[in-house]
């Protein structure tokens, strides 16, 4: 099995949490934290879509600069 090749998302922001996400052969989109790059979330297109709309819609918090509780971190280390 080849190792996928990571794309960081374009709404990650330096200094954050940074989702990375790549794609297989199968067209399953991986999905993975910069905080837990061990742990990855498998999903299908459709999926993916229904994940953004519903996170688009989360409330943003004032205390945590705006962001909506996703987007909540630390650090953005790339990916080994």
């Known amino acids: 099995m ?8 374009t709404y990650s922001e330096e200094g ?12 399953t989109i991986l999905l993975r934290e910069s905080d837990e790059p061990e742990t990855t ?7 993916l879509r229904a994940l953004i709309s519903t996170l688009r819609q989360e409330p ?10 996703i987007g909540v971190g630390t650090d953005c280390r790339h990916p080994k």
């Open 41 to 47: 979330l498998t999903v299908g297109p459709h999926q």
């Open 2 to 9: 080849t190792e996928p090749t990571w794309q960081k998302s």
């Open 60 to 69: 943003r918090n004032a205390s945590s600069g705006g962001k909506n509780r």
């Open 16 to 27: 954050s949490a940074c989702v990375y996400l790549a794609s297989t052969p199968t067209g």
